[in-house]
């Protein structure tokens, strides 16, 4: 036991401190509440104060920085200040996101709604958040947002995902799209879709093991994707419960067909 301790010890002398739950959430959420007045209804009384909260959102990412300070390739507070240039596209993106979800989903009743309640939107929008760090070659803190969003949705979006404009994920639950995903523009996912790769070896690290989905595609409730060379074409419909691990032209349905037989009671 004696030498298990040690062990143990000599791996918490040695490991990396990286940011509590807290600090991150804490960082999202007060994101969150300056992109969006209806996240959680906080009120900014007056132009001065919303710049005071912007500057003590970017303490609180200087401070995720400073974590993983010996990782980065610039300094902490640069990082903060290309972060937040870059923010305001990232924010325009969210809007057509929040948009694409209002137009395509007949229950939605407004932008508002969506930007609320919708757990699609939710993730849609840490990933894009921790993809705008990704870009910017932050470690570790881009995988522990997304982290946030799955916990809280049940999504899974890796930071590293290429995800076009107008993304729409609808009820969203099980959804995993991999680290080498590329999709389109306009495209809408249902719940339990998986865009996954054909094999797990290490050494594909740095491959490309994900699907790429292109324009105007949708993809229904429970398919399966895989495969780094596998591309669903534009204008497709992928249906519900389809594994697929090759691709698809444009402007194609791809279903699956179940034997179902019903034995009513006699």
Aim: hydrophobic share 40%.
């Amino acid at each position: 036991m004696k030498n298990f301790i040690n062990d143990l010890y000599e791996q918490h002398t040695k490991k990396m401190v990286l940011p509590s739950p807290l600090l991150v959430n804490t960082f999202i959420d007060s994101l969150m509440s300056i992109l969006f007045p209806t996240y959680n209804n906080k009120v900014f009384l007056g132009k001065e104060k919303l710049e005071e909260e912007i500057d003590r959102n970017k303490r609180q990412l200087n401070i995720l920085l400073l974590h993983v300070k010996d990782l980065l390739g610039k300094d902490s507070k640069e990082l903060c200040q290309d972060f937040y240039d870059e923010l305001p596209a990232t924010y325009q993106m969210l809007l057509l996101d929040a948009d694409a979800i209002e137009l395509g989903d007949p229950a939605a009743k407004n932008r508002e709604e969506v930007i609320r309640s919708y757990p699609g939107f939710y993730a849609i929008s840490i990933y894009r958040i921790a993809n705008l760090l990704h870009k910017l070659e932050v470690p570790f803190i881009p995988r522990i947002l997304t982290e946030v969003a799955h916990s809280k949705t049940g999504i899974d979006i890796h930071p590293g995902a290429v995800i076009g404009k107008s993304f729409f994920i609808d009820h969203g639950t099980g959804i995993v799209i991999g680290e080498t995903s590329e999709i389109g523009t306009f495209v809408k996912i249902y719940q339990g879709v998986t865009l996954g790769a054909l094999s797990v070896k290490k050494e594909m690290a740095e491959t490309k093991r994900h699907p790429t989905i292109e324009d105007h595609v949708v993809i229904y409730a429970g398919a399966t994707i895989l495969g780094g060379k596998t591309v669903i074409g534009k204008n497709s419909t992928i249906g519900g419960n389809v594994w697929l691990t090759e691709s698809v032209d444009e402007n194609s349905l791809v279903y699956h067909k179940p034997e179902l037989k019903i034995e009513q009671n006699r």
